[in-house]
T-cell receptor, first 114, second 115 residues
């Protein structure tokens, strides 16, 4: 069965510093991979997704993620964090076969200090 | 497009009462999903529909939970009777297809409190 692990429950980063949020998945082949962001009191918004091809994918709001098959990882990065990036971030996985829904990790809460 | 619309935004009810959560997906989306979010368990998939037909309901906690999608523009999630452990934020999402290839659009959620 598919599963997603986000090892960090909470991360604090200084404004302007770089960010990396970790995500590891368990799946027999290469799954579809996603990062979503949730602001307080809101639903989830898609940041970026990976299906195949170039292992470095660009998303909205200056975020990028790198797929590493050998490590079963899909880490999210941003070179310079803004205070408005404070939110909860979710990694998700789906099987490329039709008819399966996204499975989410438990999320990482990002705090940004000034 | 107004996006995925959920109602109510907040619901407080007493244990044992029936609760109905509502969702209007984006027009033209063929797949609809119900997720539950809690601090302990994160985001759990409860059930999803494809073309109004339930495809996977293995995440529905127990018989007290039921979901319907009578047409392409409306779905309900019902809890009867409700219990305090059902307190959570319930999200509805819709997509052109289930596997995520087209992305999911989430509603703002219904925060349910059972006292």
């Amino acid at each position: 069965a598919q599963s997603v692990t986000q090892p960090d429950i909470h991360i604090t980063v200084s404004e302007g510093a770089s960010l990396e949020l970790r995500c590891n998945y368990s799946y027999g082949a290469t799954p579809y991979l996603f990062w979503y962001v949730q602001s307080p009191g809101q639903g989830l918004q898609l940041l970026l997704k990976y299906f195949s091809g170039d292992t470095l994918v660009q998303g909205i709001k200056g975020f990028e993620a790198e797929f590493k098959r050998s490590q079963s990882s899909f880490n999210l990065r941003k070179p310079s964090v803004h205070w408005s990036d404070a939110a909860e971030y979710f990694c998700a996985v789906a099987s490329p076969q039709a008819g399966t829904a996204l499975i989410f990790g438990k999320g990482t809460t990002l705090s940004v200090s000034s | 497009d107004a996006g995925v619309i959920q109602s109510p935004r907040h619901e407080v009810t007493e244990m044992g009462q029936e609760v109905t959560l509502r969702c209007k997906p984006i027009s033209g989306h063929n797949s609809l999903f119900w997720y539950r979010q809690t601090m302990m368990r994160g985001l759990e998939l409860l059930i999803y529909f494809n073309n109004n037909v339930p495809i996977d309901d293995s995440g529905m906690p127990e018989d007290r939970f039921s979901a319907k999608m009578p047409n392409a523009s409306f779905s309900t999630l019902k809890i009867q009777p409700s219990e305090p452990r059902d307190s959570a934020v319930y999200f509805c999402a819709s997509s052109l297809a289930a596997g995520g290839a087209y992305g999911y659009t989430f509603g703002s959620g219904t925060r349910l409190t059972v006292v």
